[in-house]
């Protein structure tokens, strides 16, 4: 099978993309929509959350205007220093007034991206899910400005600052929507091809050497990670729910953007291959993406047997 | 002003045997599993919902805890007959000094930047060889398992069967703060961040029912208390994702088991303050006993669902499960 294999008809419609939490790593998303658009597969709508809400929100202005300036939102934020520079984000993460400096830097390159554009009216029907820290229940920002519903979807604690909104404070989708399934499905999703950019999971050698504060972003990791399990496997007995994923690797590692797009789309083809029969009854396939899953990334596994069909 | 004291009424209504004790046994499938979650020092409300369900004929077959809620249960699967009076002894002695060690900031805070851990775990290790006999999970009654999340795959792992004290070490190794233990050449830490209340490893353990003993709550913040400072709002996004993970558990065990959800109080103190321990298992066991003579005086057997406060709305909020509201009299 090749690039030239229309693969746009096997799916119930309407079909979702629906684009999980990872930050830095929601890099790999870009190449994951490449290899699903090169195969002629184009979503009705799209669902994001967390810093998979950039590229939601770019899909929602045009697939292919949208993939063309992701590719260079991602090599942007890759080369500015002010942003990927490890002290100044420290520093910044630490001392709430300097956070408004990365949410200047952020809203910039957002910006630039998605224009002045609104979810209203966009040509693919999009949607960002935040959480509301009041209530803890999860928002979804289908109406507005895109630039403004992605600064609360992607409001990451401690990276970039809350964004107060009348009685709400919203701030990271990935919160309690790590992978915003049953929001697509409300929204009339048949079938969703889920872009997980959220595994965890290290070498046992690694686990050994972490420092106190790289365990605190462990857990924080692993707290989405088993939500996101719960919600594909429960999704799944209802619509048909294909999971693209890539390995572990770190979530604030912005300058790699580069080789991240690449992976994604070498893990999106790979399943695209392995989709040719196509896909109409409910449940989970995927790929298994080699040693670090099989070592047990697949959280709450217990939860329902998932049943991956790893047909390469 | 003091808070007004927490005593309940002597008898409240419900159906009682001869000996005193509610009937509720006979009415739930066995095998009855205890599920005790996570939660520092609000383990202590487990003291009072255990306290409550000892009027009533419950015994577990089987525990399962995490953290906090693993060092309870294996109190109580040691010899479930003095669980309760042997928990009044540990909360009355127990605080953040036997846990963390005396000057564990003080002596620690040059290298702990740099270090895998805030503190050491020899001071809990301590507490828990002096708090329990057994060592090893065989030596138990009531069969007892830990949890602990692995730290390589970030997945839940369940302990049943070897060094007990190094699983509830584990089990309770607060990440960032407690260093890891390894397990079976597996570095392990606090089962919070994969099953902090573990009830469908429970029911996937085989339980028919299963009775949830939380450790509550601090009261909801006020909006503009959550954005003060950069560690209410990590404290805050914790809470939230904790609470999410206890609706996705009870969600998944109540659709294919019995689940008794106990009421816990909702306006407990910081989860690291012992100072409010009796008071926390003085509201808990209050709650707890009304819910019970509630749930005493109805009739039938309890189905498969989740049977809990009207309240409590938690798991139903995912669709599918079936709600069996236990109506305050």
Known sequence: ?312 | MPSELVVPAPRPLGVRGSDGQWRIRDRLDPPVCFVMAGGGAHGAVQWGLLQALSETDIVPDSIIGTSVGALGGAIAAEDFGSAVNRLANVWAQLDLSRLLGEHWIGKRWMTAALSGSLADNEPERKALTEILSARTFSELTTPFAAVTTDVASGAARIHDSGDLIDALLASSAIPGLLPPVTVDGRPQMDGLASANLPARPAVDRGARTVIVLDTGSRPEPAADEIVESQSRLIGRVFSVMSTQQRRIQLHAAARDATVVVLPTPDDLGGTLDFRETMGSAAKSFALAREFLADLAGTSGKLEVGLHCRRDESVATALGEVKLWPVVAR
Not at chain 1, 136 to 141: D, F, K, P, R, S
Not at chain 1, 149 to 159: E, K, Q, T
Not at chain 1, 240 to 264: C, K, Q, Y
């Open chain 1, 1 to 312: 099978m090749n690039d030239q294999t229309d693969q746009n008809s096997q799916w119930p419609r309407p079909l979702a993309f629906v684009l999980g939490a990872g930050m830095a790593r929601a890099a790999a998303q870009v190449g994951m929509i490449e290899s699903l658009v090169g195969r002629g597969v184009r979503p009705d709508l799209v669902v994001g959350s967390s810093w998979g809400s950039v590229n939601a929100a770019a899909l929602s202005t045009g697939v292919d205007q949208g993939v063309t300036g992701l590719r260079q939102f991602w090599l942007d934020l890759a080369v500015d220093r002010a942003w990927t520079s490890r002290f100044r984000g420290v520093i910044r993460a630490l001392t709430p007034r300097r956070s408004e400096g990365s949410a200047d830097i952020f809203r910039e390159h957002l910006t630039s991206l998605l224009g002045d554009s609104n979810l209203d009216d966009a040509p693919v029907r999009a949607c960002c899910v935040a959480t509301d820290l009041v209530s803890g229940v999860a928002v979804e920002l289908s109406t507005g400005r895109a630039v403004d519903a992605v600064m609360a979807s992607a409001a990451v604690p401690l990276l970039l600052p809350p964004v107060v909104s009348g009685d709400q404070i919203l701030a990271d989708g990935g919160i309690v929507a790590p992978a915003p399934l049953r929001q697509a499905v409300a929204l009339g999703a048949r079938s969703v091809v889920l872009l997980d950019v959220g595994a965890c999971g290290m070498a046992v050698d690694r686990a050994r050497s972490l420092r106190w504060y790289e365990a605190g972003i462990a857990a924080y990791s692993d707290l989405l990670r088993s939500q996101a399990d719960a919600e594909s496997a429960l999704i799944a007995e209802r619509v048909p729910v294909v999971v693209i994923s890539t390995p572990p690797g770190e979530l604030m590692n912005f300058r790699e953007a580069d080789s991240a797009m690449s992976a994604g789309r070498e893990a999106g083809v790979k399943l695209l291959d392995a989709l040719s029969e196509g896909v109409d009854a409910p449940g989970l396939y995927g790929v298994c993406a080699g040693d670090q899953r099989s070592s047990g990334s697949r959280r709450l596994q217990s939860l329902r047997e998932i049943d991956e069909t790893a047909s390469s």
